[in-house]
């Protein structure tokens, strides 16, 4: 089969197109024929390397996937319980032991198994940049919602990240409150108008709105009735991010966050996702009182410096975040489906062109996802 392989980690030029055995699966593994992949930061994390993570070369990169099965499979861990072969899928990327306690509530995000990985990342679990991969059986997701191939490949990694966010967020609101949408435990069928009216007295912040985490959190936390503001890093992107629904945009490069933050909302933010750990600055656009920071990455910096004071005289709250289940994979489905919101796609590149995917996303000129199509 054609791959994109890793042999060392490096540039773009570390990337290289080239044969490849196709992988044989052994008892619990399904081979996909992969459709499509769409790029995440992690795969420039993985392709650079990183201090203390391993990967086994030749390694292949990519975490979020779409494709259709190679054979028939009867042991998926999904009510049908029998696929046919070319039946559409996504996969879902954490590799979990489907035993410990976490695994066993249906939290596999959680999984505390030493084998747990991300396919496609610091794994030994080859990934999608390929036109097959094995995964195991318990990883593969029916799709039965009407997105395109190329959208499902966009949505398995940021997109579920941030809908477990915001339902956790929203647990913890209830919890300090008493208020945001109620029955957070299914949003998607249970958000009515009225939860949604709710939460438009909730600001939300996230930043590069033009990131995969940043268009998954401006359209779920349009849909689910917050007023939104996203950061961008230059002029170009400004434009683009109050056609997706921001209320207030900020160019980064010549503006003040915490400032501009202050001046719209004038308490501060209820909630900001921070996948870029620039902490101080989430920390000082929060609400008194209730304010939730959600980290989910550190592109900026994998250490940040913050002033503790400002956090505790908030009485702020802060969590981890790390993807979602599957039953969330699923949930955020039926949700998005329900709110007819596709997925923002920038750019799709044939898988020949990895190196210019990865230099799109590099160079921040992306908003949306970057895909390739396999
Ligand atoms: N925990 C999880 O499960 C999970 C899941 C998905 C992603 N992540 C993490 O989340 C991060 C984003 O991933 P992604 O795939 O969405 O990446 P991405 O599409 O490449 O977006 C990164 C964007 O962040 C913005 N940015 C960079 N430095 C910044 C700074 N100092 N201040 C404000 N904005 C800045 C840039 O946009 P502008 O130049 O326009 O500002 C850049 O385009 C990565 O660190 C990734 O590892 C974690
Ligand atoms: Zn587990």
């Known amino acids: 089969m054609k791959a994109v392989v890793l042999h060392r980690h490096g540039g773009v030029d570390a990337l290289r197109y080239q044969d490849f055995p ?17 790029v995440n930061r ?12 391993e990967v086994r070369f030749p390694h292949i990169l990519g975490c979020d996937i779409s494709g259709y099965l190679a054979s028939d499979v009867d042991d998926v861990d999904h009510p049908t319980n029998k696929m046919k072969k070319g039946s559409k899928v996504v996969v879902y990327p954490m590799v979990h032991c489907g035993a410990c306690r976490f695994c066993r509530i249906g939290k596999e995000n959680r999984c505390i198994s030493s084998s747990a990985s991300i396919i496609g990342g610091f794994s030994s679990w080859h990934g999608g940049y390929a036109e097959y991969v094995k995964v195991p059986a318990r990883n593969i997701i029916p799709l039965e919602s009407d997105i395109s191939m190329e959208e499902a490949a966009s949505i398995n990694v940021a997109y579920l990240t941030v ?6 967020a929203m647990r913890l ?21 009225s939860d ?13 709105a033009g990131s995969g985490i940043g268009v998954a959190s401006i359209q779920l936390a349009k849909a689910m009735g917050y007023r939104v503001i996203a950061t961008v890093g230059n002029h170009d992107k400004v434009e683009k991010a109050y056609s997706l629904g921001c209320d207030l945009v900020i160019d980064r490069s010549k503006q ?3 400032r501009e933050v202050m001046r719209f909302t004038e308490h501060g933010v209820d909630l900001v996702i921070d996948h870029v750990g620039i ?20 592109t900026a910096s994998e250490h940040t410096s913050v002033e503790v004071r400002p956090f505790y005289n908030r009485l702020a709250s802060m969590f981890g975040a790390y993807l979602g289940s599957k039953r969330e994979l699923v949930e955020m489905l039926e949700f998005m489906q329900k709110h007819r919101i596709k997925p923002v796609i920038d750019s799709i590149f044939a898988l020949e062109d990895a190196i210019l995917a990865h230099t799109r996303m590099e160079m921040n000129q992306h908003f949306g996802k970057i895909v390739l199509k396999i």
């Not at 209830?174 to 435990?185: A, K, M, P, T």
């Not at 949604?196 to 590069?208: A, K, S």
Request: charged share 20%; hydrophobic share 35%; glycine share 8%.
């Open 42 to 53: 992690l795969d420039i994390w993985v392709r650079k390397g990183l201090a203390g993570r």
């Open 173 to 193: 609101m209830q919890e300090i409150n008493g208020y945001g949408i109620e029955h957070s435990s299914s949003i998607s069928s249970s958000s009515s108008s």
């Open 256 to 258: 003040d966050i915490v």
């Open 22 to 38: 196709e992988p044989l699966c052994s008892k619990d593994e399904v081979l996909v024929k992969v459709h499509a992949c769409s």
């Open 196 to 208: 949604v009216d709710h939460n438009n007295n909730l600001f939300m912040l996230v930043y590069g």
């Open 163 to 168: 809908y477990s966010i915001m339902k956790h």
């Open 279 to 298: 902490w101080d600055t989430s920390i000082k656009c929060l609400k008194k009182g209730h304010g939730i920071v959600a980290v989910c990455g550190a």
